[in-house]
C-alpha cells in the first residue's frame, strides 16, 4: 500500500488562477478528508467525503470544491486563486470500521501552495 | 467560541522537566480525544488517544479527560529536546475530527 499520495507537493499559483491537489489512498478507505494549516495554526476542516458520490463542507469551504467519484480519488478544486489560500493542504483517510477515529487516520504529506 | 480551545504557548521548559499542554472543547458529545505531534514541515503524528475520564499512561506522556470540564491535557515527563514540536488537540465530535490550533513546545536542552 502506497498509503495517502497529495500532488503536487509544492506549488506557486498566480492570483485568479486555478488548480487542482489530487489526493488517492489505496487502502480502499470510505472517508476522506481536506485540510488546510496556515503558519502557526491548526488544521481547519476544508471538505470531507463519507463514500464515492458523498461530499460534505467542513469549516472554511468558501474558495474550493470536490468531488469523490471513485473510492480511491478525493480531489481538491481551487477556483480564482487568492493570496489568502496560501497555506498546506493535507489530504487524510480513515479505514472502515474506524469512521471518525483519529486513532487510525492516515495523512498525506501535505502540499505547499503560495498564491502570489 | 472556537470548538477547540489550547493553550497558546509558545511554551519554553528545560530538558529533564515536565511539559504541561492544556485543551478544552465546547461540545459536549464528543467522545474520542486525541494528541497529535507536528514537527515542522511534516504531518501530524498520533502520540496519545484517550476515551474515559482520569488519566492514561504511556511511556513518558499522561492524557487526562475530564468531560464535565471538557478539558483534556497532556504531560510530557522528562522532556526531551526532540520533543520540540507543535502539539494539536483533536476531538471527534461526529463524523469530523476538530483540532485545535496547537501549542508549539520547545525544549532546552
Known amino acids: 500500500n502506497a498509503g495517502v499520495t497529495q500532488t503536487p507537493k509544492f506549488r506557486i499559483l498566480k492570483i485568479g488562477q486555478s488548480m487542482t491537489l489530487q489526493c488517492t489512498q489505496d487502502m480502499n478507505h470510505n472517508y476522506m478528508y481536506w485540510y488546510r494549516q496556515d503558519p502557526g495554526m491548526g488544521l481547519k476542516l476544508i471538505y470531507y467525503s463519507v463514500g464515492a458520490g458523498i461530499t460534505d463542507k467542513g469549516e472554511v469551504p468558501n474558495g474550493y470544491n470536490v468531488s469523490r467519484s471513485t473510492t480511491e480519488d478525493f480531489p481538491l478544486r481551487l477556483e480564482l486563486a487568492a493570496p489568502s489560500q496560501t497555506s498546506v493542504y493535507f489530504c487524510?483517510?480513515?479505514?472502515?470500521?474506524?469512521?471518525?477515529?483519529?486513532?487510525?487516520?492516515?495523512f498525506g504529506e501535505g502540499s505547499w501552495l503560495t498564491v502570489v | 467560541q472556537k470548538e477547540v480551545e489550547q493553550n497558546s504557548g509558545p511554551l519554553s521548559v528545560p530538558e529533564g522537566a515536565i511539559a504541561s499542554l492544556n485543551c478544552t472543547y465546547s461540545?459536549?458529545?464528543?467522545?474520542?480525544f486525541f494528541w497529535y505531534r507536528q514537527y515542522s514541515g511534516k504531518s501530524p503524528e498520533l502520540i496519545m488517544s484517550?476515551?474515559?475520564?482520569g488519566d492514561k499512561e504511556d511511556g513518558r506522556f499522561t492524557a487526562q479527560l475530564n468531560k464535565a470540564s471538557q478539558y483534556v491535557s497532556l504531560l510530557i515527563r522528562d522532556s526531551q529536546p526532540s520533543d520540540s514540536a507543535t502539539y494539536l488537540c483533536?476531538?471527534?465530535?461526529?463524523?469530523?475530527?476538530?483540532f485545535g490550533s496547537g501549542t508549539q513546545l520547545t525544549v532546552l536542552p
Open positions: 461540545d459536549r458529545v464528543s467522545q474520542s
Open positions: 483533536a476531538v471527534r465530535p461526529a463524523r469530523q475530527l476538530t
Open positions: 484517550i476515551y474515559s475520564n
Open positions: 487524510a483517510s480513515i479505514p472502515p470500521g474506524a469512521e471518525g477515529s483519529g486513532n487510525t487516520i492516515y
